[in-house]
């Protein structure tokens, strides 16, 4: 439900990073130029995108389970093959890709473990499974907008309690719990311009992700209060301002 946004929408919120990241990611998974590669979890089309620019998009397919995103990214890559399903059921044979990539969606995943196994089946026989999923304590938007909700409400629910994956060892053991072999992680480091204050808070007030989700089950009142306590620890910006982020990726072979 928190992912049932437009891609515009979600482009200003969680979109500014994944665009950032994905040519980084995209390096870390030492992607080919003749690959055939599937984004799993590909939301509105950021690393769908970089893909398609490096290999063609007739080598690139992808998936989501939110019907928004699905369309968004299909409108924005006619030519790829992108379908409407969760990771848990990829709708590809067996040994369809070279290389099945998830961005910042693993700890989004119903069942992460059969996510992963999903995308070890449709990739060929050495083939790359890779991911990669924020290190929240690193990821300074996230970061600022559960410090000051937790100032507010001592039982929010900060998302860097409950993720799962959100460092190099949780997906090294993951991956290797999937059967692939290989394994590497390393950080990837991205840093994103905010016009003003405006311009990192709205996109919050759209519902998208677990922050999101909570600040629009909250009254009135908390959710100014939340507000100006992310002002503050902003440090108040009178005008633009730069937020950096980092992102755990892994990746390993069949």
């Known amino acids: 439900?928190?992912?049932?946004?437009?891609?515009?929408?979600?482009?200003?919120?969680?979109?500014?990073?994944?665009?950032?990241?994905?040519?980084?990611?995209?390096?870390?998974?030492?992607?080919?130029?003749?690959?055939r590669v599937v984004d799993v979890g590909c939301?509105?089309?950021?690393?769908?995108?970089?893909?398609?620019?490096?290999?063609?998009?007739?080598?690139?397919?992808?998936?989501?389970?939110?019907e928004?995103?699905?369309e968004a990214c299909r409108a924005r890559i006619p030519d790829a093959d992108v379908r409407l399903a969760p990771a848990e059921a990829l709708p590809w044979a067996d040994a369809s890709f070279d290389a099945a990539l998830s961005q910042l969606v693993v700890n989004f995943m119903a069942d992460a473990d059969a996510g992963v196994a999903e995308m070890r089946r449709v990739v060929v026989e050495d083939g790359v499974v890779g991911a990669c999923t924020w290190e929240y304590e690193g990821m300074r938007m996230l970061r600022t907008f559960w410090k000051a909700a937790a100032s507010v409400d001592p039982d929010a629910p900060d998302e860097s309690r409950v993720m799962r994956f959100q460092g190099a060892e949780a997906l090294d053991a993951l991956w290797h719990e999937t059967?692939?072999?290989?394994?590497?992680?390393?950080?990837?480091?991205?840093?994103?311009?905010?016009?003003?204050?405006?311009d990192f808070w709205l996109p919050f007030e759209g519902g998208i992700g677990p922050a999101g989700e909570y600040l629009a089950s909250l009254g009135p009142h908390a959710r100014v209060q939340i507000r100006d306590e992310c002002f503050r620890c902003l440090g108040e910006p009178a005008g633009p301002f730069t937020q950096t982020a980092r992102a755990w990726a892994v990746r390993g072979e069949r």
Do not use: H, K, N, Q
Request: glycine share 10%.
């Open 1 to 35: 439900m928190t992912f049932a946004v437009s891609g515009e929408m979600y482009d200003r919120f969680m979109g500014r990073y994944s665009r950032r990241l994905a040519p980084t990611f995209a390096d870390f998974a030492g992607i080919g130029p003749t690959a």
């Open 43 to 66: 939301g509105a089309g950021a690393l769908t995108g970089e893909l398609a620019a490096r290999l063609g998009p007739a080598s690139v397919a992808a998936a989501d389970p939110s």
């Open 179 to 198: 059967g692939l072999r290989e394994v590497e992680t390393a950080p990837l480091d991205v840093a994103v311009e905010y016009d003003d204050f405006d």
């Open 68 to 70: 928004p995103l699905f």
